[in-house]
C-alpha cells in the first residue's frame, strides 16, 4: 500500500492534505491555503498554520496508489475499510466501475434525529487511470461531506431548521426531553421549532415576532429583544445556547465570551454570520479571523455545515 516507486510522479507530491471545497465558497478556501493545486474542486496542500474551515471535507491522511485493474483498485479501497465516497473529476466510467465493486454506502436522506454510524467514511479519487488518491480519515462522517433530510415542507416557518439538525447530527447530541434552551435569534423560528420537537423548555429570543404557530408550541416562551444586551445572569442557567442571529461576528464572540465566562451553559451551537459577499470585491471584507477565535475556545470546533451558507457553525462542546 501506499506510494509505488515505478508510478508516474504523484500529483499529491509536496502535499499533505485534500480539502473538498463548496462550489460556492471555493474563493474562501483558496485564501485560507494561500498554495494549493485544484482538480476537479479537489484542493491538494500543505496544511497552513492555522484552521482551514470553507470546505465540505479534508482529507486528512491521504495517499497515492497504483492499480493495474478494476478490481485491483477496489481491493485496495475495501482491505482498509467498508466505507468510500468517490469524488470523480476525470476517469469517470473508470470510477463508475471501482465504486461498483465497493460496499454500497447509502445517500438516502437522513431521519432526523439520526445518530452516525461508528464506521468511518473514507474518500478517494482518480489521478488517471492507474493512480488513486484516497484517505480513509476524513474530517466528515457523511459521503463527500453531503447530508440530506427529508424535508418537512409544514412545520418549520423557515428552512434554517435543516442546519441545525446537520450541526446536532455532527455534533452527535441532542437537547433531552426537559432540557432548558436559549434561541438567540429565533424568528420566524425553524430552530425553536426543532427544539420544542425534542422536548426541550426553550427561551426563544428576537427583535421580531416567532410564527405564531411556534410561539403556541408547549415549552416555548418568546422574548422580544436584543439578544446581545442580554447578559447571561438575566436568562440563568442553561443546557444548551443556540444563536442563528444576523449579527457582526465580533458581537456574538464578545456575548459568548461573557456567556463561558459566567459557567452558566454547557454547550453552544452557533452561526457565525459573514458580512462580505461572494464577489471578487466584497470577499476581501470576509472575516477569517473571529473564526479562528472562536476555534480556540476550550473544546468545540468550527465548521462549515453542508446546509450553511455565507456562514460558519462554531459547535461549543
Ligand atoms: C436567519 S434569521 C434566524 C432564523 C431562525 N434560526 C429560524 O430557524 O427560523 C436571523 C434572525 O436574527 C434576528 N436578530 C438579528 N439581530 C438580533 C439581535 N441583536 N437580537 C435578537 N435577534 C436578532 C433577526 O431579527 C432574524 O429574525
Given at each position: 500500500?501506499?506510494?509505488?516507486?515505478?508510478?508516474?510522479?504523484?500529483?499529491?507530491?509536496?502535499?499533505?492534505?485534500?480539502?473538498?471545497?463548496?462550489?460556492?465558497?471555493?474563493?474562501?478556501?483558496?485564501?485560507?491555503?494561500?498554495?494549493?493545486?485544484?482538480?476537479?474542486?479537489?484542493?491538494?496542500?500543505?496544511?497552513?498554520?492555522?484552521?482551514?474551515?470553507?470546505?465540505?471535507?479534508?482529507?486528512?491522511?491521504?495517499?497515492?496508489?497504483?492499480?493495474?485493474?478494476?478490481?485491483?483498485?477496489?481491493?485496495?479501497?475495501?482491505?482498509?475499510?467498508?466505507?468510500?465516497?468517490?469524488?470523480?473529476?476525470?476517469?469517470?466510467?473508470?470510477?463508475?466501475?471501482?465504486?461498483?465493486?465497493?460496499?454500497?454506502?447509502?445517500?438516502?436522506?437522513?431521519?432526523?434525529?439520526?445518530?452516525?454510524?461508528?464506521?468511518?467514511?473514507?474518500?478517494?479519487?482518480?489521478?488517471?487511470?492507474?493512480?488513486?488518491?484516497?484517505?480513509?480519515?476524513?474530517?466528515?462522517?457523511?459521503?463527500?461531506?453531503?447530508?440530506?433530510?427529508?424535508?418537512?415542507?409544514?412545520?418549520?416557518?423557515?428552512?434554517?431548521?435543516?442546519?441545525?439538525?446537520?450541526?446536532?447530527?455532527?455534533?452527535?447530541?441532542?437537547?433531552?426531553?426537559?432540557?432548558?434552551?436559549?434561541d438567540?435569534?429565533a424568528?420566524?423560528g425553524?430552530w425553536t421549532?426543532?427544539?420544542?420537537?425534542?422536548?426541550?423548555?426553550v427561551?426563544a429570543?428576537?427583535?421580531?415576532?416567532?410564527?405564531?404557530?411556534?410561539?403556541?408550541?408547549?415549552?416555548?416562551?418568546?422574548?422580544?429583544?436584543?439578544?446581545?444586551?442580554?447578559?447571561?445572569?438575566?436568562?440563568?442557567?442553561?443546557?444548551?445556547?443556540?444563536?442563528?442571529?444576523?449579527?457582526?461576528?465580533?458581537?456574538?464572540?464578545?456575548?459568548?465570551?461573557?456567556?463561558?465566562?459566567?459557567?452558566?451553559?454547557?454547550?453552544?451551537?452557533?452561526?457565525?454570520?459573514?458580512?462580505?459577499?461572494?464577489?471578487?470585491?466584497?470577499?476581501?471584507?470576509?472575516?477569517?479571523?473571529?473564526?479562528?477565535?472562536?476555534?480556540?475556545?476550550?473544546?468545540?470546533?468550527?465548521?462549515?455545515?453542508?446546509?450553511?451558507?455565507?456562514?460558519?457553525?462554531?459547535?461549543?462542546?
Open positions: 500500500m501506499g506510494v509505488l516507486p515505478d508510478g508516474p510522479p504523484p500529483l499529491l507530491g509536496p502535499y499533505t492534505r485534500v480539502f473538498q471545497a463548496d462550489p460556492a465558497f471555493a474563493g474562501h478556501l483558496e485564501r485560507e491555503l494561500g498554495v494549493w493545486e485544484e482538480r476537479g474542486g479537489l484542493y491538494f496542500a500543505e496544511s497552513p498554520p492555522h484552521p482551514v474551515f470553507w470546505h465540505r471535507n479534508l482529507w486528512e491522511a491521504p495517499f497515492i496508489a497504483q492499480f493495474d485493474s478494476i478490481s485491483g483498485a477496489a481491493k485496495i479501497l475495501r482491505d482498509i475499510q467498508r466505507n468510500w465516497a468517490p469524488i470523480l473529476w476525470t476517469q469517470f466510467r473508470r470510477g463508475a466501475l471501482i465504486a461498483q465493486k465497493l460496499p454500497p454506502i447509502s445517500r438516502k436522506p437522513r431521519p432526523f434525529p439520526w445518530v452516525i454510524p461508528d464506521t468511518p467514511m473514507g474518500a478517494w479519487t482518480l489521478l488517471d487511470h492507474r493512480t488513486l488518491a484516497v484517505s480513509a480519515d476524513c474530517t466528515s462522517p457523511f459521503p463527500a461531506g453531503v447530508i440530506d433530510f427529508p424535508e418537512d415542507h409544514h412545520g418549520p416557518p423557515s428552512r434554517a431548521y435543516l442546519k441545525l439538525w446537520e450541526a446536532l447530527v455532527l455534533a452527535g447530541s441532542f437537547p433531552a426531553a426537559g432540557e432548558r434552551c436559549f438567540a435569534g424568528s420566524p425553524g421549532w426543532t427544539l420544542a420537537n425534542l422536548g426541550a423548555s427561551v429570543c428576537d427583535r421580531t415576532p416567532l410564527d405564531a404557530r411556534i410561539a403556541a408550541l408547549p415549552g416555548v416562551t418568546f422574548v422580544k429583544h436584543d439578544a446581545f444586551t442580554l447578559n447571561p445572569q438575566d436568562i440563568g442557567p442553561i443546557d444548551w445556547l443556540f444563536c442563528d442571529a444576523a449579527c457582526y461576528p465580533q458581537r456574538l464572540l464578545g456575548w459568548i465570551e461573557k456567556w463561558l465566562a459566567s459557567g452558566l451553559c454547557k454547550r453552544f451551537v452557533c452561526t457565525i454570520k459573514m458580512q462580505g459577499s461572494l464577489d471578487g470585491t466584497g470577499a476581501n471584507t470576509v472575516d477569517f479571523d473571529t473564526p479562528r477565535r472562536f476555534a480556540a475556545l476550550p473544546g468545540g470546533r468550527v465548521v462549515h455545515l453542508y446546509h450553511n451558507k455565507h456562514e460558519l457553525t462554531w459547535l461549543g462542546f
